[in-house]
């Protein structure tokens, strides 16, 4: 939908309506494009639900990322980095 800048300003309310329902709304002046109106997205956060879901479905089970226990030893860290006494 494309209409001009005094038209959008009479029914802005249906022009969000129709923004938020996905449509493509632009507003012009003297016939060229000034602003387009978008839905604007819930952002940031993290969904749980879909996070579980993934897990499940990807078949990562328990709270541990799967470590071996050698890795929590700082003595194996110091090894790995070429840190250890010789």
Known sequence: ???AI?????????????ARNGERVIITR???????????DRRGGIDFDKLEA???RLGIEGE?????EEF????FSRRVLGLDDK
């Open 1 to 3: 939908m494309e209409l």
């Open 6 to 18: 005094r038209e959008a300003k009479a029914r802005l309310c249906e022009l969000v309506v129709a």
């Open 30 to 40: 003297h016939g060229q494009p000034v602003v387009e109106l978008v839905r604007c």
């Open 54 to 56: 993934a897990r499940r």
């Open 64 to 68: 541990g990322e799967g470590w071996p």
């Open 72 to 75: 929590d030893d700082p003595a």
